[in-house]
Nanobody
Framework: QVQLVESGGGLVQAGGSLTLSCVASGRTFTSYAMAWFRQAPGREREFIGA????????DYADSVKGRFTISRIKAKNTVYLQMNSLKPDDTAVYYCASALVPSRYDLWGQGTQVTVSS
């Protein structure tokens, strides 16, 4: 059974940086794309960005474009979210997810908390 496990969350000051990791465990992990989402209290879950597992093509939400970068190391079954110039509005629980078909993310991690202080 494949599981996604995020790590790297924490408390950071505004303007700082943080890198999240998401490791897919399990013998037969495969994916069409991996994505990062976030959800702040009282808000709906927000798509941050995604990366195609095979070709490494990326797509980002406008709210994070230019500040966040998604990458992956296929050999490690790991996807990363590099977050720079963090703002208090970036405070949320961050989740990674995997899709076997486009835009259908059906495998999710447990989430990791990111808190940005002003």
């Amino acid at each position: 059974q494949v599981q996604l496990v995020e790590s790297g969350g924490g408390l950071v000051q505004a303007g700082g940086s943080l890198t999240l990791s998401c490791v897919a465990s399990g013998r037969t992990f495969t994916s069409y794309a991996m994505a990062w989402f976030r959800q702040a209290p009282g808000r709906e879950r927000e798509f941050i960005g995604a990366i195609s597992w095979s070709g490494g093509l990326t797509d980002y939400a406008d709210s994070v474009k230019g500040r966040f970068t998604i990458s992956r190391i296929k050999a490690k079954n790991t996807v990363y979210l590099q977050m720079n110039s963090l703002k208090p509005d970036d405070t949320a629980v961050y989740y990674c997810a995997s899709a076997l078909v486009p835009s259908r993310y059906d495998l999710w991690g447990q989430g990791t908390q990111v808190t940005v202080s002003s």
